[in-house]
């Protein structure tokens, strides 16, 4: 009964210290390429021009050397939130395979230095670079750093989320915007839209822009049907600014409601991904991908919930849904969305069954609505200045 009482009760109590990350990690530290960024250019323009020349001859001493480095390389890769749970674990993932760099995109520098070494990433695969994706500002002056850092971009990570389920009235982004879908689907959707060149210019074995959605915004299944339930409605509150002043910090125009805005900012990530798949697939051919990972109850994630809550969440879904996994296992399942070759397919929502073998999930109704996706596209370009 407490249990289901503190799964289903919203509180006047929020809490605001932290939820511990445990994370215990294999350490298995592969070869590590120690070439600057500025080398991998150098090659990789290089590999381009002999490639462009001899495309019908046998390949010369040269370029055998140049694929040969070029396959060498090691991919660079953005995740976004990396100081804490699901993006920790996936940083950590990439970064002990020896063939990633990682750059960690995060709000706290200090907390993500710290959360790299702690799960003892080797410092050669990570660079921690400062991202505020509640500030639009700092999303542009971010891309540009990166692009000044002269590093290649081959996989784009969007992770990083606020989840405010016992907040009683709404707070905001620098620019105004209602925080939950502020940071998770505005946020992202600007560093997305900013660095989809850079993307493009990748020549690495693969390319691909990822963005971390979630069963609990998909209504057609159990989880997505605990109230209150995910609804763009017809994007009212969005079109209008999402400010609560002139128009409701809501994206159906509804009362504030924060665990909804969540869930709504979740359907956001989840369109938002199949959006770019329908725009830029076939011309650049880049992955674009989302993902629910499995229930990782430990995160930080659920940090403004009530302490019982967050007592029970992971027994519940451990042994009584059967949906939990561990952050170390999240994190293997989004690495293998960035890296491996048998997930390239794009405009895929991947789920994994209990057995941890991956699969093509369906979306929901609301979350598959091509309409509506060129919609929120379309009202989210005005919102971040891109339009
Ligand atoms: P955590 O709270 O552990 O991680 C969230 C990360 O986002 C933290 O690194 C946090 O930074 C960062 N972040 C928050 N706000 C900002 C901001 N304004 N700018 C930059 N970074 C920010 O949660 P999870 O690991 O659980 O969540 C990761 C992703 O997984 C989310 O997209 C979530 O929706 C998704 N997910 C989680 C599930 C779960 O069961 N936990 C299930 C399904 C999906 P800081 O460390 O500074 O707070
Ligand atoms: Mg849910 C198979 C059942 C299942 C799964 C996989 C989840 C995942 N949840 C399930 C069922 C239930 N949950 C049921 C039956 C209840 C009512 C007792 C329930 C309740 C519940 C609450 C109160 N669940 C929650 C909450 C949260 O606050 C979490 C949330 O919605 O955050 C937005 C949550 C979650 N349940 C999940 C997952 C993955 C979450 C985490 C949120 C997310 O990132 O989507």
């Known amino acids: 009964m407490a249990l289901r009482a503190a799964l289903s009760l919203p509180s006047a109590l929020s809490v605001h210290k932290e939820g511990k990350a445990s994370v215990s990690f294999r350490e298995s530290i592969h070869f590590v390429s120690t070439a600057t960024a500025k080398d991998c250019r150098k090659r990789d323009l290089s590999v ?8 019908t001859a046998a390949p010369s001493v040269d370029e055998a050397t140049s694929q040969q480095k070029k396959t060498l390389r090691k991919g660079t890769v953005i995740v976004t939130g990396a100081s804490s ?13 020896g063939e990633w760099h ?28 400062h991202l505020d994706l509640a500030s639009l500002d700092s999303i542009r002056q971010f891309a540009d750093t990166f692009r000044r850092s002269g590093r290649p971009l081959d996989v784009l990570v969007c992770n990083a989320a606020v989840y ?21 689907h505005l946020g992202h959707f600007l560093l997305a839209r900013l660095l989809l060149d850079d993307l493009k210019q990748s020549d690495f074995r693969t390319k691909r822009l990822i963005i971390v959605g979630s069963i609990t915004g998909n209504t057609n299944t159990l989880a997505g049907n605990v109230p209150p339930k995910a609804n763009l409605g017809d994007l009212r509150g969005l079109s209008g600014g999402l400010n609560g002043v002139n128009s409701s910090p809501m994206i159906d125009g509804g009362e504030f409601d924060g665990a909804k805005a969540y869930k709504d900012s979740k359907v956001c990530n989840m369109l938002t991904m199949q959006e770019f798949h329908r725009r830029y697939h076939e011309e650049t051919g880049i992955t674009f991908a989302s993902l629910y990972p499995g229930c990782i109850a430990t995160t930080g994630l659920f940090r403004e919930h009530i302490p019982l809550f967050r007592l029970l ?18 994190g293997k399942r989004l690495a293998q969305v960035v890296s491996d ?22 979306l929901s109704k609301e979350a598959s609505d091509a309409e509506k996706a060129r919609k929120l596209w379309e009202v989210s370009e005005k919102l971040v200045g891109l339009a």
Do not use: H
């Open 341 to 362: 070759p048998s997930l390239e397919k794009s405009g895929v929502y991947w789920s994994w069954n209990n057995n941890s073998s991956s699969f093509e999930n369906q």
């Open 164 to 184: 405010l389920p016992t907040a009683k009235a709404p707070t905001f982004t620098a620019e105004g915007f209602e925080l939950s879908v502020g940071t998770n």
């Open 48 to 55: 381009g021009t002999i490639r462009a020349q001899t495309a």
């Open 85 to 97: 749970g699901l993006g920790l674990a996936t940083a950590k993932a990439l970064a002990d395979t």
């Open 313 to 330: 969440f992971p027994p519940f879904q451990k042994y009584i849904t059967k949906g939990y996994v561990s952050e170390e296992e999240a």
């Open 102 to 129: 990682v750059i960690m995109a995060c709000r706290n520098f200090l907390k993500a230095e710290k959360a790299a070494k702690s799960v003892g990433i080797v410092k050669e695969n990570y660079t921690v670079m």
